[in-house]
């Protein structure tokens, strides 16, 4: 059966993975590609399926190196047939990442990592393959883990208490930021992450790679652990791998939950996000959307949602954008989120986002 996406045509094998509502994401990985990447950058698709991303990455974002690995035998012949079907000449290599990690000797500039479910089991080897510089894209699906429905699933897979609450989405991929973060330190490594989505059943983060003890320790510094109070919605944070943390609310003194270790610090890079909006003609409309949301989001850790909030306060609904005006006009910065609807991200304190959705009423 063939299959037409972007400018690849796929034909798929006999149990061979394709999700075409991931589609939408990968035309987001094409054009972050097209901006970020250097044409002669040497890419992995080191979960290749059919091999539609490294199909599209070469076809769509100039990418002239690559090679395609995945353990299973039927997929590698599908993304074999298909690199062939889309004249293109990239090998294609049947085996795990774990056994391919520890025998290649090439490091690669650029590596899609997209597993059925978590990407952390393979996260130490795929450090094996990476330089300075190296993009990292990485595909998360066991979002039920990572938003804390399995919380000892969470600490055993990622080693960090997630917030099962409404912030659960963005904890969740800074949760996977800071594992890549801890697991790239052992390998001197420092991540700078420059995109962070999250929509429907899927996380993605993309990072640079920076080698160095001092940016390993650097990431490590802006990871922590986040303090949310489920009766003034407030929260903070406290950086570093054992700080000292009250479980009380720093705004209200009521009981709140500790989650973490987590990344605090930036999900994006703004400069890419300028370019990618400027290069945005050719996407669906969907991605479009997603794509102003993201770049106009204001980059600071958790936001407010305005349901939950009226809910604590017990009143009646009101509009978050009404809230979002009244915060303006008192000079706070304000954004809509990517991770929830009806909330809204800003520099404005727990009592001042109190006061902003009681005169919205
Ligand atoms: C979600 S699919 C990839 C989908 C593809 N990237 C796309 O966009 O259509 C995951 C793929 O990873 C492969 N895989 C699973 N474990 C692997 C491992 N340890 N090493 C390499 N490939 C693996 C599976 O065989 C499967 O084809």
Not at 172 to 189: E, K
Not at 200 to 214: D, E, N, P, Q, S
Not at 266 to 279: Q, Y
Request: hydrophobic residues 40%; charged residues 25%.
């Amino acid at each position: 059966m063939l299959q037409t996406e972007g400018s690849a045509r796929i034909s798929l094998g006999k149990d061979v993975f394709l999700n075409p509502k991931m589609s939408q994401l990968r035309d987001l990985s094409v054009l972050f590609l097209k901006v970020a990447s250097a044409k002669d950058a040497l890419l992995l698709d080191a979960t290749s399926a059919t091999g539609i991303r490294a199909i599209r990455y070469a076809k769509e974002a100039g990418i002239r190196k690559a090679v395609l690995l995945d353990i299973n035998k039927d997929a590698a012949n599908a993304s074999r047939r298909n690199v062939k079907a889309n004249k293109l000449k990239f090998p294609v290599i049947n085996k795990s990442i774990q056994e391919f990690a520890n025998t290649a000797n090439a490091r690669y500039d650029i590596i899609d990592l997209d597993p059925f479910g978590s990407p952390a089991p393979y996260i130490h080897d795929i450090m094996k393959l990476v330089g300075d510089n190296t993009i990292l894209m990485v595909t998360a699906t066991d979002t039920a883990v990572l938003c804390g429905a399995h919380e000892a699933a969470c600490i055993k897979i990622y080693n960090s208490k997630p917030l099962h609450t409404v912030l659960c989405k963005e904890a969740g991929i800074r949760i996977l930021i800071s594992y890549i973060a801890r697991t790239a330190a052992q390998f001197n490594c420092g991540i700078e992450p420059m995109l962070g989505i999250s929509d429907m059943h899927y996380m993605r983060v993309f990072l640079r790679i920076h080698y160095g003890a001092k940016n390993a320790v650097d990431s490590l510094k802006r990871t922590g652990f986040c303090v949310y109070c489920s009766n003034c919605n407030g929260f903070s944070f406290h950086k570093g791998v054992a700080p000292t943390i009250s479980n009380r609310c720093a705004y209200c003194g009521k009981a709140a939950s500790i989650s973490g270790p987590m990344w605090l610090g930036d999900l994006h890079n703004g400069e890419i996000l300028k370019k990618m909006s400027k290069e945005s003609g050719e996407l669906n409309n969907g991605s479009r959307t997603q794509l102003k949301t993201i770049t106009n989001e204001l980059d600071t850790p958790m936001f407010y949602s305005i349901p939950s909030m009226t809910k604590s306060l017990s009143i009646g609904s009101v509009s978050h954008k009404e809230v979002m005006k009244n915060l303006e006009k008192k000079g706070f910065k304000v954004s809509i989120t990517q991770f929830e609807k009806e909330s809204i991200k800003t520099d404005a304190r727990p009592g001042d986002v109190i006061r902003a959705v009681k005169s919205s009423r």
